[in-house]
């Protein structure tokens, strides 16, 4: 799958997070390690709010300061997107749980999958900068991908830019990415106000 996060219907009560390095330095992160090079990197004993699993998370008028603020902000600069948008995004991938993990291996704040971290060049999808950096150039291509059309970004970060084409450059017709899109779009409209949306 190429998006950011992975489909799931739920999530478990356990997602340790195992990790080894290739020779040539590439990490490689599972949460089955099928490698006898697997060395356990997380063990989390709550449920792990991921990507899919995750019930999207509502702006809250009132909390004065958000975290991962400056990551974001500079993130946001560099890719020209409204930083409410990746706030947006990750308060409903992770709930900013920089350390969520999906079942599927989508890892961090905007739940990256292990090869678009890779893409990227996140060596470390758990550590926030980095892992928001590459969500936001991935994002940024995407809105190139479909002419700065948010919801088939959107949509294609959710369920794979196949999945978009597949469907004809519509919203593919999966109930998690049908509900994945409005959670994100109205989370962006509550935290952008009136505020003009950043430009190419």
Known sequence: MCCGCALSASLPASADVYQFIAEDGTPHFSDLPTDS?????LRTEEKVQGAT??????????????????EISAA???NRIDAELLHAVIETESAYNSKAVSPKGALGLMQLMPATARRYGVADPLDAAQNVRGGAQHLRDLLDLFSDNKELALAAYNAGTGA??????RIPPYAETIRYVPAVLENYQLLRGNKPAAGK
């Open 37 to 41: 090079r697997f060395r356990l990197l």
């Open 53 to 70: 699993g995750a019930k999207p998370q509502r702006h809250r008028p009132g909390v004065v300061k958000r975290r991962f603020e400056v």
């Open 76 to 78: 946001a600069l560099a």
């Open 164 to 169: 978009v084409m597949a469907h004809g450059r």
